[in-house]
């Protein structure tokens, strides 16, 4: 898999995304996926391979590297890739009406997203009922709660923490 040049992106170590896949499941049985800082796709594409039906891939930097890894993996009829950032990505997805069973948040550690843009998804109507939301951030930071999130695990390794919440089925009110 491609990744983008430069220092556009970090990507998820190998081992990293094998035991993500193990806490959150090993297959799926359709189900979209949400990958909104998706570097080069690894974990949306992986989704996809695992049997979601489709994946929406966001990053204003890195989606023609997205595009490339689904067109060599032709998995691109299963996919969009949209050059956003995350919150227009919210905003514009909502006013989609669309529902999310997996969602992956894999900001950038320093840039200090993760906790808005959890919280601001979780105030969405884009999560299906008992939605996995997955969030990689660096060991030394702090798991973010989100209301109507549900933390359900939590593992590191090495600097790497992955937090896996489980959406509690409260549909906002407003967005």
């Known amino acids: 898999m ?3 040049p430069g220092r ?3 990507p998820t170590a190998d ?3 094998e035991a993500l896949f193990s806490i959150v499941g090993p297959a ?3 189900g979209v996926c949400l990958d909104l800082f998706a570097g080069s796709g690894a974990l949306g594409i992986e989704a996809l391979s695992r049997g979601c039906e489709r994946a929406v891939f966001v990053d204003p930097r890195t989606s023609a590297t997205v595009r490339e890894n689904l067109a060599a993996l032709d998995l691109a009829g299963r996919a969009a890739v949209y050059p956003w950032s995350w919150e227009r990505a919210l905003d514009r ?3 989609d009406a669309a529902r999310y069973s997996l969602v992956f948040l894999d900001p950038p550690y320093a840039a200090g997203l993760l906790h808005p843009s959890l919280r601001r998804l979780a105030a969405t109507r884009l999560l299906a009922p008992s939605a996995t939301v997955v969030a990689e951030t660096a060991r030394s930071l702090p798991t973010p709660a989100a209301p109507g999130l549900a933390l359900v695990r939590e593992a590191m ?5 992955l937090c896996v919440y489980r959406h509690e089925g409260v549909t906002p009110h407003a967005t």
């Open 15 to 17: 081992r990293v995304k």
């Open 93 to 95: 997805l909502t006013a």
């Open 157 to 161: 390794y090495g600097a790497t923490k």
């Open 28 to 30: 799926f049985a359709g």
């Open 2 to 4: 491609k990744a983008p």
């Open 8 to 10: 556009a992106a970090r």
